[in-house]
């Protein structure tokens, strides 16, 4: 097993040096917190992490849940987490005190989720969507729904759930058909199944509550009948817990992920499911997006510490292993073997994976960055700024992490040869776990329409033209370095890229060619994406020349600050010039994928 | 399960249509083959694939082999396959009558292979290293060697193997240390490890012939002084067989295929292990290149079978799973959901499994098709030009469908969303699997130096020349189709793309910076290989379109050329426009990864 899974180092100098976490903690919003306190709770996540999670990382892994006699069965260490991170404060650790959290930026949780994620995804999947569905319950719940439910699912004691996907709809969430009969008592009557629910049920759960999106009885078909309902796996009865009639039907098996059970639960089989609505009926849809958009942030974050945990492992043995010689000693077969990193192309495939993972948090960090500046802004246009700018790059944030995550991690298994592909190290694990993050929350192609679709084109360019200043600002300052003016001028060129390949998009979606229009979202997403890595690539290489000029770093400290720079030159040399051939097929007029092409050409 | 894994129809249009196989059928050499019994041994395969090994395929997945008390036990399904396969003589079929086979054109056997590959890829295993192993006897053998081995082999009874890697030395083939010496009885005396051998042991197996790589005393350092050894797991004494102190240490557990054992064995720890030479002494790499040539083909065939059986998967589910509506009846809700085949990102991705799986069979079918101009032609020129374009293509053929393969049915799974990633589908088995095929024979790296290094640059621009000159005769039969010749234009200008890029690199060497101009290597190879698809892809353009044009085809035949047609111009228009950003860097002036960058820059 590696030793490292995640550099705290890197995340420390994303809060203090990238995004300047002073600046919010110095507002009175987050008043009790300081510099010191951050480092503590970063401390403490580490602490978490080494003792709960990452020792039994692989072990989890190699035993699945199992499901005997209705009853869904989790490794035991999970829990022990569990209970460890309620009884910490991590679970809603961003809340408010209001709420019963901490009042801690969510960068500050962030950097926190990339450590324990890092160390094992999947059992911070559990606290996770507690977390999600209490914060729900928080924002828009009855007072008694609160008192009931979010102080123990803070406390780890009761599970949370996001319940949306039903087996005949999946993606296509305005085609749910789980139902609500209101009754005279103050609850409804809940009826229908719901399949994937992550953490869904398990034994040693006090209780689970699910956040389950169903239609009240008459409701407008579509989205817009759609409410949401806590249905707990019991309910209080007189004091005691009862159950609720909500059956774990099984449990899907998955390629990796595997402390994770995803559930498939039946509600009302024997008409007897309580359920209480959460706000007001027919808006369960916009209410689950807060969720869902802290679940995609969720699942970007995942994505990049899989994605951080393989790339630690694979320089560990890349430091390691000795094979072959380097080129310029081929012929001397009496020297001993080089290490492997000194193989370019295992250097090309750990600078491809440090440029994924450490541009990620970075996007990550700035989006926690835009949460923390609209919870801590009195200034309405500012306010407005951040969240057109929050709600553009969240679909990004998802999926970046996730699709190239996937990419980072195979570069992982690849750089150990055989050795990756067997049980005898993490890297296999680490491969079939990722690949689920493009897939939760909404797949990439879901991603992808929302972005180009609802992000872009629906804020009618408005969003783009913020990012252009956000981008045109990271320029200016990184242009009073010589040895940046070059990557300065190649942002810019992909930032008039982007605007002729959104233009040329737009031209489409004005002339009511939706379908054309949308075809080829998922190239879009990572074109867009590309670029906005590379602002971020740019961002850090600037704060670290800045330090590399103004200070006088020395050993592990000079080599931290060289190694941004030639990771973001790294980037912009080979992964930015892939927009070039997305550009070219964004703007190619071969109508090869619409809805003029039979399906029947597909054979 | 899915019902469809391979489309047959697809290979005997490659087979008759593409590459007129008639054209070495009508060769003395092939006599005895006509086209009826080509057919027959098509359908003979998909007999033996639908009977032993398809419906297996999840199942034998399921059961990972087992290592007890020395013993390693294997699916019993897999040797009713070997018997099977031995018996109806597809081991070896490609032979010639005098080594015992049935001299089948090459283009025929790798027909076979893609069906039985499709339905079970691991399985595979155990009969192809069986025929590789047997035709370096025959090739390079004594006749008692022969005799003694390569007939059971063929029959299927006993087990053949390539064993090349040992713990310390890996891809470094010239550090390898076991050693031979030599004895007055005929016989060496064997001692060394080796790991990673596929199929290297397994209970029911009556033998295991190791072709094992090895030193004998004395012997210069690095390649030169490396010799190739029969070596069983049981030799013959008085006629019987007994144990050779050939031990089985271990067997790795893999992410996938994991219905094929890979065994690490010790031999000569009890100074008992006979093997006998092959061939010449100290020539047992170039022996060896055989054999490791016709895997290379052998894993570029299993790699895009695998992505078949993954395309036919997501093909059939997208064709049968309602979700959402089409974008032009985004708000009739009313309406029901429509098969996501209808949705135009499902339809790319689609689109993009059937270009990687059909371009990599076209290409893989290229080769066979040298492979067999090569044996039967008198042309001593044509001879070598067909040696020289087999030599160039074949690290390709290894690492396309391996590396496009693997994200091909990532796409596969990404069809089927949620569903993909459960072991209720075959997807997740084929994501698995597929990993290894950018690692087996030589990963992905080591291919791409072979293709830049020696294949391109070694053989001072001839192989380029050759490839051009095939490329300027399809692309003038292409030429007399108007619709084609746009896409005429486009290959040509990547042509001249790729010798501008070969001129940048060869420049560099000519220089003697050998670290800088490999260091892109593996960039190469994918700049090279989307530019080989793309000329695959439009010479079956081109013999569809004739189809169209002189033929009358209906119906399903109407539909297969116009999708193969479509295809094309769905390859050419998403997939070709990545040669772009690749040309951007490979011609970059930015050294980011060479030797000069010292390691310490990956923190």
């Known amino acids: 097993m590696a030793k490292k899974y995640v550099s705290v180092e890197n995340l420390k100098f994303l809060l203090n040096e990238v995004f300047n976490i002073q600046e919010v903690l110095d507002t009175p919003y987050y008043a009790e917190t300081d510099g010191e306190a951050v480092n503590m709770i970063l401390d403490a996540a580490t602490d978490l992490a080494d003792r709960y999670l990452f020792p039994h990382y692989v072990e989890i892994d190699r035993t699945d849940h199992t499901f005997e006699d209705g009853k869904v069965t989790i490794h035991p260490k999970i829990q022990e987490f569990i209970k460890a991170s309620g009884e910490a404060g991590f679970i809603g650790a961003s809340f408010s005190y209001e709420h019963g959290g901490q009042q801690l930026p969510e960068m500050v949780t962030a950097g926190a989720g990339a450590i324990m994620s890092a160390a094992n995804n999947g059992v911070l999947m559990f606290t996770g969507l507690t977390a999600g569905s209490a914060h729900l319950i928080l924002s828009y719940g009855a007072e008694e729904l609160k008192e009931k439910y979010a102080t123990k699912m803070l406390a780890g004691q009761w599970q949370g759930t996001m319940a949306l996907t039903e087996p005949q709809a999946g993606s296509s969430l305005s085609d749910i058909v789980s139902s609500a009969t209101p009754t005279d008592e103050g609850h409804y009557k809940l009826k229908g199944q719901k399949i994937f629910i992550s953490a869904g049920d398990y034994e040693g759960a006090e209780n689970v509550v699910h956040l389950m999106l169903a239609r009240i009885d008459g409701a407008p078909l579509g989205t817009k009948g759609i409410s949401?309902?806590?249905?707990?796996?019991?309910?209080?009865?007189?004091?005691?817990?009862?159950?609720?009639?909500?059956?774990?039907?099984?449990?899907?098996?998955?390629?990796?992920?595997?402390?994770?059970?995803?559930?498939?639960?039946?509600?009302?089989?024997?008409?007897?499911?309580?359920?209480?609505?959460?706000?007001?009926?027919n808006k369960g849809l916009s209410y689950m997006f807060q969720m869902m958009n802290e679940a995609r942030l969720g699942v970007g974050l995942m994505g990049a510490a899989i994605a951080s945990a393989a790339y630690y492992a694979s320089l560990e043995y890349a430091n390691e292993r000795p094979q072959g010689r380097k080129i310029s000693d081929h012929n001397a077969k009496d020297k001993p073997q080089t290490m492997i990193i000194n193989h370019p192309d295992v250097k090309r495939m750990l600078l491809f994976q440090?440029?994924?993972?450490?541009?990620?948090?970075?996007?990550?960090?700035?989006?926690?960055?835009?949460?923390?500046?609209?919870?801590?802004?009195?200034?309405?246009?500012?306010?407005?700024?951040?969240?057109?700018?929050?709600?553009?790059?969240?679909?990004?944030?998802?999926?970046?992490?996730?699709?190239?995550?996937?990419?980072?991690?195979?570069?992982?298994?690849?750089?150990?040869?055989?050795?990756?592909?067997?049980?005898?190290?993490?890297?296999?694990?680490?491969?079939?776990?990722?690949?689920?993050?493009?897939?939760?929350?909404?797949?990439?192609?879901?991603?992808?329409?929302?972005?180009?679709?609802?992000?872009?084109?629906?804020?009618?360019?408005?969003?783009?033209?913020?990012?252009?200043?956000?981008?045109?600002?990271?320029?200016?300052?990184?242009?009073?370095?010589?040895?940046?003016?070059?990557?300065?001028?190649?942002?810019?060129?992909?930032?008039?890229?982007?605007?002729?390949?959104?233009?040329?998009?737009?031209?489409?979606a004005m002339q009511g060619k939706h379908e054309l229009f949308l075809a080829d979202a998922t190239l879009y997403m990572e074109f867009f994406s590309l670029i906005v890595i590379g602002w971020q690539w740019l961002k850090q290489a600037t704060v670290a020349k800045k330090a590399l000029?103004?200070?006088?770093?020395?050993?592990?400290?000079?080599?931290?600050?060289?190694?941004?720079?030639?990771?973001?030159?790294?980037?912009?040399?080979?992964?930015?010039?892939?927009?070039?051939?997305?550009?070219?097929?964004?703007?190619?007029?071969?109508?090869?994928?619409?809805?003029e092409v039979e399906k029947e050409l597909i054979v």
Chains 1, 2 share one sequence.
Not at 240 to 247: G, Q, R
Not at 379 to 391: F, I, M, P, W
Not at 442 to 465: E, F
Not at 570 to 576: A, G, K, P, W
Request: hydrophobic fraction near 35%; charged fraction near 25%.
């Open 354 to 508: 440090k440029a994924v993972v450490e541009g990620s948090f970075s996007l990550i960090m700035e989006c926690a960055r835009y949460a923390d500046l609209i919870k801590t802004t009195d200034d309405e246009a500012a306010k407005k700024r951040y969240n057109t700018l929050l709600d553009l790059l969240t679909p990004v944030a998802k999926t970046f992490p996730a699709e190239y995550g996937i990419r980072s991690v195979s570069e992982g298994m690849q750089c150990l040869g055989g050795f990756g592909y067997t049980t005898d190290f993490p890297l296999e694990t680490y491969y079939r776990d990722i690949r689920i993050t493009s897939i939760y929350e909404g797949t990439t192609g879901i991603q992808s329409l929302d972005l180009l679709g609802r992000k872009v084109m629906g804020t009618g360019g408005k969003s783009l033209q913020l990012l252009g200043e956000e981008i045109k600002a990271l320029a200016e300052e990184a242009s009073t370095y010589d040895d940046l003016k070059k990557y300065v001028g190649i942002l810019q060129e992909k930032m008039q890229e982007l605007q002729k390949v959104t233009q040329h998009l737009g031209a489409m």
């Open 549 to 595: 000029v103004t200070g006088n770093p020395e050993g592990d400290q000079l080599k931290f600050y060289e190694s941004k720079i030639h990771t973001m030159r790294y980037f912009y040399s080979y992964e930015l010039p892939k927009t070039l051939g997305l550009a070219a097929r964004l703007t190619d007029k071969d109508e090869v994928i619409t809805v």
């Open 228 to 281: 949401l309902f806590v249905v707990p796996k019991y309910r209080e009865e007189n004091g005691a817990l009862v159950d609720n009639d909500v059956t774990t039907a099984g449990v899907y098996h998955k390629m990796g992920q595997k402390s994770t059970p995803a559930v498939h639960y039946i509600a009302g089989d024997n008409d007897n499911c309580h359920g209480w609505l959460v706000g007001e009926p």
